[in-house]
Structure formats: structure tokens, C-alpha cells
């Protein structure tokens, strides 16, 4: 997929395991773009992300196949800006535990940001290129404090990483 769009905001989320928190829903809406990296387990949360221009992507997670029967969502996305490639996937192929950032980095060499989840453990590396970023988990499942996402805020070339999370509110 192709963004010509030199500046933009892209909501990046991951883990919801059925539940996206209200709170990260009001700040997709602010946003241009999202991403979910998987483990979305049902289409009430992807309807409930509405950025700005209605466009999100979507990747396949380790338990959507038990989430829900006819999962369509493909394993990988690589979205090209102006300035540089994201490519999207769940990470549990690169190491169930702990996905490795050299096998990442190795796959998505020509990427400027790989974005993966499956952790439910917020990172920003920027330790080496390509930089790779996981949102955490944006529901109730081992959120590890309270629900949380990135913002990825593009403008031309400078390209800048919010981490935001917010204290748990709800319960399971």
C-alpha cells in the first residue's frame, strides 16, 4: 500500500484480545492512519477504529485463527511513504517468547520502522536501522500497568514516536 501524504499521524496498537480500550479509541480518531499488529480477536475492535481518513491496517496474530472462524487478515503489511517503509506483522515468528530484533531487522532490512506485537511490552528501538516499535497491548489482557499504543507522527522526513498508556480502568 502506497501513502503520498508527507505529513500524518498513524495510530499503532496491538493485543486487544477482543477489548480496545475507550481511551485509545477517542485517539485513533485523531489520527490519519492505525495499525493493529495482531491478536485483534474480533471485528467489533476494528470497527471501533476510525482514524481521520477511515483507512487502518490490519495484521493476523497468533490467536486470531481461535478468535474467530474465516479469518481474512493477511500475515504482513508494508505500507511506502514519501520517506520510508513500515512494515507490519504480529512477531511471533521471529521468537514466541521474545521476537528477535536481528531476525526482524534481517527480514525488513529495507523498512525505516518494523512494528510488531505479540508481547503485550511497549519498545521503541532505535538502537539500529530499520527502528522496531511494539505498541504493548491496547486491552485488558497482561497490559502490564494499563492499556497503551504509539503515535507515529511523520512530517517529511522527521519521522517521531509517542508512547503513550493509561492506567487500567476497567476490569475483566
Known sequence: MRITKKKLTIAIISDTHSHLDQRIIA?????????HAGDVCGEAVLNSMQPKTGTLFAVAGNNDAYCHEGN??????????????????????HGMSQ?????????????????????????????????????????????????????LDCNNDDWQIKMIRFENTEQI
Not at 27 to 35: E, F, M, S
Request: glycine share 8%.
Open 99 to 151: 521476537p528477535s530484533h536481528q531476525s526482524l531487522r534481517k527480514k525488513y532490512a529495507d523498512s525505516r520502522i518494523i512494528v510488531y506485537g505479540h508481547t503485550h511490552k511497549q519498545v521503541v528501538d532505535k538502537d539500529a536501522l530499520p527502528w522496531i516499535i511494539n505498541p504493548g497491548a491496547a486491552g485488558l489482557v497482561r497490559n502490564h500497568g494499563g492499556p497503551s499504543c504509539l503515535i
Open 27 to 35: 485517539l485513533i480518531k485523531t489520527c490519519d492512519y492505525a495499525i
Open 72 to 93: 481474512t487478515l493477511p500475515n504482513e503489511i508494508n505500507l511506502e511513504l514519501p520517506h520510508g517503509k513500515i512494515s507490519i506483522e504480529h512477531g511471533h515468528r
